[in-house]
């Protein structure tokens, strides 16, 4: 049996690694790192499909005078294509594992992609993780400084107004493709998992899985504390998953801009 594929997407750092991860626990579900699949393989493998069916076209009419026997690439060829390149990508060449029944590919920009997913693995579920924007710019920040450049510390430089100009451009785009395409997604409010997850795990067997499955490994094992002492010592100060208060405050205009301009999608919750 062909796995079912699970694609996770939500804004950067609203929780869709936690919930990746909640996903892994469940046997028979594989989650592996963020592939980014639709958006930079996707994409490039729909431009060679088109190159090649228009050169197709000419060849057959020119050379074969009109009696060419390949024939274009369909959409049903295209998922078939699909089918064998993800699982080889997904599992690094190996042969899918014979207890393999979901396959989970976390990468947030996937919500950006909804119409591509439901176009080319009809089958797949598609879980958006929904937290609040004035915990996920926070987040966004001190990933950003740790990782990237110190100066986002600071409210007046270019880097971060850069960056604060962009999240309150792409916020409202976010809620928006949410609410258009409520019916093909299921919304899961990334507070109330982490809050309760045994609750979550639950839901998931029944309204996301279908099935009862049983734990690989025990639910304790998905708490940032568990995570971080799992790492060499050496990596966990600069992990992206981190305990305790956010090292970032908020400059009042920054308070003030996200309370007006990012807002919740009007919608009912999955969980």
Not at 40 to 69: A, C, M, P, T, W
Not at 82 to 90: R, V
Not at 161 to 166: A, E, G, N, T, Y
Request: hydrophobic share 40%; proline share 5%.
């Amino acid at each position: 049996m062909t796995p079912r594929k699970i694609f996770i997407g939500g804004y950067t750092k609203s929780g869709t690694t936690f919930i990746g991860r909640a996903l892994g626990l469940f046997k028979g579900v594989y989650a592996r790192g963020e592939m980014d699949y639709l958006r930079l393989f996707n994409k490039g493998l729909s431009d060679i499909i088109v190159s090649y069916n228009q050169n197709l076209e000419i060849v057959n009419h020119e050379v074969y005078d009109g009696r060419g026997e390949l024939l274009p690439v369909t959409v049903g060829r295209m998922r078939a294509l699909h089918e064998k390149i993800f699982p080889a990508l997904f599992f690094n060449g190996e042969d899918v594992p014979d207890d393999c029944r979901f396959m989970v590919e976390k990468s947030p920009r996937n919500i950006f992609n909804v119409q591509s997913i439901d176009l080319i693995f009809p089958q797949a579920a598609i879980i958006v993780v929904y937290r609040k924007a004035q915990a996920v710019y926070p987040s966004l920040l001190r990933h950003m400084a740790d990782h990237r450049d110190v100066k986002f510390h600071d409210p007046a430089s270019d880097a971060r107004q850069d960056l604060f100009k962009k999240f309150l451009d792409v916020w409202p785009q976010y809620i928006e493709l949410i609410e258009t395409h409520r019916e093909k997604l299921t919304v899961v409010r990334y507070q109330k998992a982490s809050d309760d997850v045994q609750a979550f795990l639950e839901y998931a067997e029944r309204d996301i899985l279908g099935e009862s499955p049983g734990l690989r490994a025990p639910v304790e094992t998905l708490s940032k504390d568990h995570y971080l002492r799992s790492l060499p010592e050496a990596r966990r100060a600069k992990s992206l998953v981190q305990v305790g208060p956010s090292k970032m405050t908020l400059s009042d205009e920054e308070r003030d801009a996200i309370a007006r301009v990012c807002r919740a999608p009007d919608i009912d919750y999955d969980f």
